[in-house]
């Protein structure tokens, strides 16, 4: 008899019952998948529509951007795109919490847009941790979440076979993001410039202790913090058993790939995000 988590009944419940099903997917995925298997695989499932959250990191960098330019008195600014990194700040250093940045994560951001563009669809997230899982429960923007382990679980257990089609993205597509899972990734594509200095900048990854991390960096203002080690490719939801430099040479490769690739009208644009509301208060 199979067994299945409620997030995989959920899934299947949701292909089995509406015609169109968005999955978005966190660009950690390669640690686990072949990109060109990945979505023949989920339209083998039944997803309507296939997109990674890279668009999403680049709006939620040109809000952080927009913020930090008009706030630009404020001593610190911490990135959110972290759910457990949130919750330590606000638990253990509630002090720091007025300078965590107010917009949503990319995860949020690319589902905002994705509710715009198809209103009727059902939305499934792909993540490489629980933390996000319960971020996406939490936003009231994401159907399901599953992790990494749980999708691959599934295509095993229902034996999905990859249906014919191109394995791009069906858009909203950015290729210079994909390296927003590694650590430090969204301050090596944050744009910076008039705003930072790359000198007022750090980035930590395995990061647990704020107050000392904090405390060490007084002269940093802009501080770019992620639980997990190596960052979101070291979640606890991601399958490979792979060493960290290993997931990372993935990753680094992908993007390289991904840059030959010719995308035509692929390619997402702003007007998709006009209009939408990408802030958050902690």
């Not at 939490?138 to 679980?153: A, I, R």
């Amino acid at each position: 008899m199979k067994q299945y988590s409620e997030g995989q009944v959920k899934v299947l419940e949701l292909l089995a019952h509406h015609d169109n099903v968005s999955l978005m997917v966190a660009p950690s995925f390669v640690v686990d998948f072949d990109y060109k298997k990945f979505v023949p695989l989920m339209k083998g499932l039944g997803f309507d529509f296939v997109c990674e959250l890279t668009f999403g990191a680049k709006t939620v960098n040109s809000e952080y951007h927009e913020y930090i330019s008009k706030n630009c008195m404020q001593k610190r600014f911490i990135a959110t795109t972290c759910p457990m990194c949130v919750s330590i700040v606000k638990a253990k250093n509630p002090e720091m919490t007025k300078y965590l940045l107010p917009i949503v994560s990319p995860m949020v951001a690319m589902a905002k847009v994705l509710a715009k563009k198809f209103p009727k669809n059902k939305i499934v997230f792909l993540s490489p941790c629980t933390a996000k899982k319960i971020e996406a429960q939490n936003s009231g923007m994401v159907d399901v979440s599953l992790t990494f382990k749980e999708m691959k679980q599934l295509l095993r257990k229902e034996k999905v076979k990859p249906k014919k089609c191109s394995h791009l993205f069906d858009g909203f597509y950015n290729d210079y993001t994909k390296v927003y899972p590694l650590a430090g990734g969204l301050s090596k594509t944050l744009n910076k410039k008039g705003i930072l200095t790359k000198s007022q900048m750090c980035a930590k990854d395995g990061c647990t202790d704020f107050t000392s991390f904090f405390n060490q960096n007084k002269d940093k203002r802009f501080f770019d913090i992620l639980f997990c080690d190596g960052g979101c490719i070291g979640g606890n939801g991601v399958a490979a058993k792979t060493p960290v430099f290993m997931r990372k040479y993935s990753v680094l490769s992908y993007r390289k790939y991904a840059k030959t690739e010719k995308l035509g009208k692929k390619k997402g644009l702003e007007k998709y995000t006009k209009g939408i509301d990408f802030s958050k208060s902690f």
